[in-house]
């Protein structure tokens, strides 16, 4: 498998799209597009992936990624169980870079704009009350959308994204220069197989088999592309989801280390300290319910 180059189909009445999608889960192939997205979570819980970053996301988890960056937001498991009752909304933007024409971002007065679509090519998370004024601003365009009134509203909320300094960067500017649309078949098998199959016991030699290359060539491919070993790579989703589980279920702490992949506690333990700076306990402790 890999990215999807995936259709965003905008109206023909209109420059962007503004909607709510209400789902059992949130689309779940690791895919790019063209357009820009802004993504207000709403209900909907999970792992955030963004270029090469690993996030756990909830509830009011405000994004905006850029043209062609390949992303998913995973829902957790408990999700797309035959009885679940959980539900997946989230407000979301999108909207292609010339949208209003080819000669607009060209303005003067549009430089600051231009400055955030540059940084919006690793993608963004925004924070604080400059996620508390756009995520209004979105209530505000997706329920009354008419006219002028539609076209000043998404413009307010672009400058209150580009003026804001509660924003942060995403994917890191490596996986940037080393990822190229046109040449990313091998490295999209490599994430899809590992997003799917990272709760069991996973061998180096199984990635190196999918990339149809030796361990050893794989291992400086995959660390080329990503900035990362493969092993980081499979640890950090690991982590991401071991994560979410802490916060959300009953299950004692080696329980999630054997349901995410880990075969070993004290493994599961280091891991966890490493990337958290703070152990699983003290976690659950922090974030838990």
Request: charge should be positive.
């Amino acid at each position: 498998m890999q990215a999807i180059l995936r259709k965003v189909n905008p109206s023909a009445d209109y420059s962007f799209i503004a909607r709510i999608d209400n789902l059992p889960f949130l689309y779940e192939k690791w895919h790019f597009h063209p357009e820009f997205e802004l993504n207000h979570i709403l209900e909907s819980r999970g792992t955030r992936f963004v270029g090469d970053s690993i996030e756990e996301f909830e509830e009011g988890d405000l994004t905006f990624v850029g043209s062609n960056l390949p992303h998913v937001w995973k829902n957790d498991n408990n999700y797309f169980l035959p009885d679940s009752t959980l539900r997946a909304k989230a407000r979301v933007v999108q909207f292609l870079p010339d949208c209003f024409g080819p000669d607009f971002l060209k303005l003067k007065e549009m430089e600051n704009i231009r400055r955030l679509f540059e940084k919006a090519k690793r993608g963004l998370r925004i924070t604080g009350k400059t996620k508390e004024k756009v995520g209004a601003l979105m209530a505000q365009l997706v329920e009354n959308p008419s006219g002028i009134q539609r076209i000043g509203l998404f413009l307010n909320i672009l400058e209150a994204l580009a003026e804001s300094e509660e924003v942060a960067f995403l994917s890191s500017e490596g996986f940037l220069d080393s990822y190229h649309r046109f040449d990313t078949d091998t490295i999209n098998r490599v994430y899809e197989f590992t997003l799917s199959q990272f709760n069991r016991k996973i061998l180096i030699e199984e990635a190196a088999a999918l990339a149809h290359m030796s361990v050893a060539n794989f291992c400086r491919y995959f660390k080329n592309r990503t900035q990362k070993t493969y092993v980081q790579f499979l640890t950090e989703v690991r982590i991401g989801y071991a994560c979410r589980m802490l916060i959300e279920n009953k299950k004692s702490i080696q329980q999630i280390a054997f349901d995410c992949g880990f075969h070993n506690l004290s493994n599961f333990n280091r891991a966890f300290k490493m990337l958290k700076n703070q152990n699983p306990t003290s976690y659950r402790a922090a974030f838990g319910g």
